[in-house]
């Protein structure tokens, strides 16, 4: 089905806006369960572990996230379409939301395995993160370096880009 640029980058905010909140509710109810003792730590001693894992998942996210971003976005500027360039363009976000949000849960699961508070950290360094990278059609005419009638296009929210 047909989608103009409109629909296009409201349904990409959408799925970036759930991405945020789902890291958001997860860390809110980790948090309560934790700080409310409704869950005891069973596994204080793997702190350490954890904390190297956490911080490898991070940096891997991170790196792997945006090398793997890197990559499907190379792919996207060689399609011939601008709407076969813009179906890449949300499969490489989606890619690189889902590297970033690794890490989060993980962190999360830490907190509630081992009670340590610090584990909060990562999901507030993600979610600042995230916050720099929203899809917007000027982010999205940068990353894909799209012609001028191709910038045209996804700048009129009427036009069919997708």
């Given at each position: 089905m047909p989608q103009t640029s409109k629909e296009?980058?409201?349904?990409?905010?959408?799925?970036?806006?759930?991405?945020?909140?789902?890291?958001?509710?997860?860390?809110?109810?980790?948090?309560?369960?934790?700080?409310?003792?409704?869950?005891?730590?069973?596994?204080?001693?793997?702190?350490?572990?954890?904390?190297?894992?956490?911080?490898?998942?991070l940096l891997g996210g991170v790196v792997v996230g945006k090398i793997v971003f890197q990559n499907r976005l190379n792919s996207a500027k060689t399609k011939p379409t601008l709407k076969e360039k813009m179906t890449e363009y949300r499969t490489a976000l989606v890619i690189r939301y889902a590297f970033l949000e690794g890490p989060t849960f993980f962190s999360l699961v830490s907190l509630l395995l081992t009670g340590y508070s610090l584990f909060l950290i990562v999901p507030c360094i993600v979610i600042a993160f995230f916050l720099t990278i929203r899809p917007s059609p000027d982010r999205a005419v940068m990353e894909l370096e799209l012609s001028n009638e191709e910038s045209r296009q996804v700048y009129n929210a009427d036009a069919f880009i997708a």
């Open positions: 296009y980058f409201k349904i990409l905010n959408i799925i970036y806006i759930a991405i945020i909140f789902s890291q958001l509710i997860f860390a809110g109810i980790i948090f309560t369960i934790v700080y409310l003792g409704l869950f005891l730590a069973f596994a204080p001693d793997l702190i350490i572990p954890f904390i190297i894992v956490t911080l490898f998942l």
